[in-house]
């Protein structure tokens, strides 16, 4: 088996290695390994970007109407709300 040193490490970060190390009953080494481990197993996964996935949806509403037809529509679609409880107000 390969052998890894690791040097300057952090005094918070090898208290903390040292204290997960302790909850897991583990030697630092194997805390360190399994936290290896895992982080590379779970970036193999894909991740879904949220981004991307918003973008691929553009172009994907087919409509043979015109902008204008379809905002009046919107428009036409609308409720005046009364919510605030005041006319001529901000949100009227």
Same mark, same amino acid.
């Given at each position: 088996m390969a052998t890894l040193q690791v040097r300057d490490i952090d005094d918070r970060l090898y208290k903390f290695l040292?204290? /997960?190390a302790k909850m897991? $009953?583990?030697s630092i080494s194997q805390e360190?390994?399994?936290?290896i481990q895992n982080y590379l197993n779970s970036s193999q996964k894909p991740q879904n970007n949220a981004t991307l996935e918003f973008l /691929? @949806?553009?172009?994907a509403w087919?409509?043979?109407r015109k902008?204008?037809?379809?905002?009046k529509e919107i428009k036409k679609g609308r409720n005046k /709300? $009364?919510? !605030?409880?005041?006319? $001529?107000? @901000? !949100?009227d």
């Amino acid at each position: 088996m390969a052998t890894l040193q690791v040097r300057d490490i952090d005094d918070r970060l090898y208290k903390f290695l040292k204290a /997960s190390a302790k909850m897991q $009953n583990r030697s630092i080494s194997q805390e360190v390994i399994t936290i290896i481990q895992n982080y590379l197993n779970s970036s193999q996964k894909p991740q879904n970007n949220a981004t991307l996935e918003f973008l /691929s @949806l553009e172009g994907a509403w087919k409509d043979d109407r015109k902008a204008e037809d379809i905002i009046k529509e919107i428009k036409k679609g609308r409720n005046k /709300s $009364n919510r !605030f409880g005041e006319k $001529n107000g @901000l !949100f009227d």
